[in-house]
């Protein structure tokens, strides 16, 4: 039986034929050119929804790595600001040893104390410093605040606040970018950490006292410590010396219990001096009989404490550098004229000394912590570039193309494509209007 075919089913035929053929030719022309498999969506679905979830993640990676490099460039200014301060305070020091020499003339330490304010004005600059966008580095959440106001000399008040600003260096860490300025520069404990000391305002005698030892944490911090005491100190008639540790908040003696609210006593101080020993406080063999206790601290008393000199021992404050600089001010700037004066001078100096200690000690952590920071920034840039490289891989897997299959799929579409048209050009001549 015969099968008639119209000339246009034919035609209709071949030209779906080489159009079919065409376009995967174009499709693998445009594979070829740009090195992709996946050209749209509907060349693989399924692998072009996981490209896309890929490169967003790359694409977020990449963000992780511009905001590391951000807090670099923010911390590395933070810590060579707190470089300069911890020069200046080092500088300050060298200038408190100096002051201590006796030899120096009041002209001498005039010119100590223009340098110390020279000093006191960087300190100021370097605390209100701003980044290259204008936010103050030292005033916690509010980089736009200037952090330090100044009312007077040595009177400087904190505006920022005590939070950090964050920057986001992976998906599961926010790194701190700003420290707070009242940790930085007004926190600082005074004397010598742990508590202080001080010469009683009206002392007569020549008596410094130092800025204490601390033997034993634990009995300072004990409950039932008091951590406020006065050393008094008691001269006879023929010039002995001795003292008492009273608990100044119940003018007890801590030594025999002697209550000091009924008067002075009428004899000798429990103790007897010796100019520079220890006086420990806490129960000696040789006390007289009385309540064991220890306070776990110790402070020395050098030269001679007139009779009714007392010396402060108490907590450690928190106190400012700029108040810090002040203090030293004020006792270069005091008068010497008598051996109790220069002992006062003396006092104030070793007490300077042990401020400036803490403070220095303060701003080290500080630069101990940014150093910590910039060390985990650059192990965490590392893992995203570990990220990077693991989604440049699986990328490539999901979208780069095949060229060996490529090009054999385009070499036999074009064999193909040759051959329709080949056949096409002979079956459009088998027509009866060919004969007539």
Same mark, same amino acid.
């Given at each position: 039986?015969?099968?008639?075919?119209?000339?246009?089913?034919?035609?209709?035929?071949?030209?779906?034929?080489?159009?079919?053929?065409?376009?995967?030719?174009?499709?693998?022309?445009?594979?070829?050119?740009?090195?992709?498999?996946?050209?749209?969506?509907?060349?693989?679905?399924?692998?072009?929804?996981?490209?896309?979830?890929?490169?967003?993640?790359?694409?977020?990676?990449?963000?992780?790595?511009?905001?590391?490099?951000? &807090?670099?460039?923010?911390?590395?200014?933070?810590?060579?600001?707190?470089?300069?301060?911890?020069?200046?305070?080092?500088?300050?020091?060298?200038?408190?040893?100096?002051?201590?020499?006796?030899?120096?003339?009041?002209?001498?330490?005039?010119?100590?104390?223009?340098?110390?304010?020279?000093?006191?004005?960087?300190?100021?600059?370097?605390?209100?410093?701003?980044?290259?966008?204008?936010?103050?580095?030292?005033?916690?959440?509010?980089?736009?605040?200037?952090?330090?106001?100044?009312?007077?000399?040595?009177?400087?008040?904190?505006?920022?606040?005590?939070?950090?600003?964050?920057?986001?260096?992976?998906?599961?860490?926010?790194?701190?970018?700003?420290?707070?300025?009242?940790?930085?520069?007004?926190?600082?404990?005074?004397?010598?950490?742990?508590?202080?000391?001080?010469?009683?305002?009206?002392?007569?005698?020549?008596?410094?006292?130092?800025?204490?030892?601390?033997?034993?944490?634990?009995?300072?911090?004990?409950?039932?410590?008091?951590?406020?005491?006065?050393?008094?100190?008691?001269?006879?008639?023929?010039?002995?010396?001795?003292?008492?540790?009273?608990?100044?908040?119940?003018?007890?003696?801590?030594?025999?219990?002697?209550?000091?609210?009924?008067?002075?006593?009428?004899?000798?101080?429990?103790?007897?001096?010796?100019?520079?020993?220890?006086?420990?406080?806490?129960?000696?063999?040789?006390?007289?009989?009385?309540?064991?206790?220890?306070?776990? &601290?110790?402070?020395?008393?050098?030269?001679?404490?007139?009779?009714?000199?007392?010396?402060?021992?108490?907590?450690?404050?928190?106190?400012?550098?700029?108040?810090?600089?002040?203090?030293?001010?004020?006792?270069?700037?005091?008068?010497?004229?008598?051996?109790?004066?220069?002992?006062?001078?003396?006092?104030?100096?070793?007490?300077?000394?042990?401020?400036?200690?803490?403070?220095?000690?303060?701003?080290?952590?500080?630069?101990?912590?940014?150093?910590?920071?910039?060390?985990?920034?650059?192990?965490?840039?590392?893992?995203?570039?570990?990220?990077?490289?693991?989604?440049?891989?699986?990328?490539?897997?999901?979208?780069?193309?095949?060229?060996?299959?490529?090009?054999?799929?385009?070499?036999?579409?074009?064999?193909?494509?040759?051959?329709?048209?080949?056949?096409?050009?002979?079956?459009?001549?088998?027509?009866?209007?060919?004969?007539?």
């Amino acid at each position: 039986m015969a099968i008639r075919v119209a000339t246009s089913t034919v035609y209709a035929l071949s030209n779906r034929g080489l159009q079919s053929q065409q376009s995967t030719q174009v499709r693998l022309q445009n594979q070829l050119s740009t090195g992709r498999r996946i050209l749209t969506p509907s060349d693989d679905p399924i692998g072009a929804a996981r490209a896309l979830s890929v490169n967003q993640a790359q694409s977020v990676n990449a963000q992780y790595s511009v905001n590391s490099k951000a &807090v670099d460039s923010a911390l590395g200014l933070t810590e060579s600001t707190l470089q300069q301060v911890v020069e200046l305070v080092q500088n300050v020091q060298q200038l408190a040893v100096q002051a201590g020499n006796p030899a120096l003339s009041s002209a001498d330490l005039q010119s100590v104390n223009v340098e110390l304010k020279s000093r006191y004005e960087e300190l100021m600059g370097l605390a209100n410093t701003t980044d290259g966008t204008g936010q103050y580095l030292f005033s916690g959440f509010r980089g736009s605040t200037k952090p330090f106001s100044e009312s007077s000399f040595g009177n400087v008040q904190y505006l920022g606040d005590e939070g950090q600003r964050l920057v986001q260096i992976s998906a599961s860490r926010n790194l701190p970018i700003s420290d707070s300025g009242s940790a930085v520069f007004g926190s600082v404990k005074n004397g010598n950490g742990i508590f202080q000391t001080g010469a009683t305002a009206g002392n007569t005698g020549s008596g410094t006292v130092d800025i204490g030892t601390v033997t034993n944490p634990l009995q300072w911090n004990a409950t039932g410590n008091v951590r406020d005491y006065k050393v008094s100190f008691s001269v006879d008639a023929a010039g002995a010396t001795t003292y008492d540790i009273v608990d100044a908040t119940s003018n007890k003696s801590m030594i025999d219990g002697y209550d000091y609210a009924g008067g002075a006593r009428a004899g000798a101080m429990p103790r007897g001096y010796n100019a520079g020993s220890e006086i420990e406080f806490k129960r000696l063999p040789t006390d007289p009989a009385g309540a064991n206790w220890d306070a776990g &601290v110790s402070i020395s008393v050098k030269g001679v404490p007139a009779n009714g000199d007392s010396f402060s021992v108490k907590p450690s404050q928190s106190q400012d550098m700029f108040s810090m600089l002040a203090d030293f001010s004020g006792i270069l700037g005091a008068t010497q004229f008598d051996e109790n004066s220069k002992a006062t001078y003396q006092t104030g100096l070793g007490r300077v000394i042990g401020n400036l200690s803490n403070a220095l000690d303060s701003v080290l952590t500080t630069q101990a912590s940014i150093g910590a920071r910039m060390k985990e920034t650059e192990s965490v840039r590392s893992t995203n570039e570990d990220l990077d490289l693991q989604y440049s891989k699986t990328l490539s897997g999901l979208q780069d193309l095949d060229y060996t299959k490529a090009l054999s799929d385009f070499a036999m579409t074009q064999t193909l494509l040759d051959a329709a048209r080949a056949t096409f050009s002979k079956v459009q001549g088998m027509s009866l209007f060919k004969y007539l």
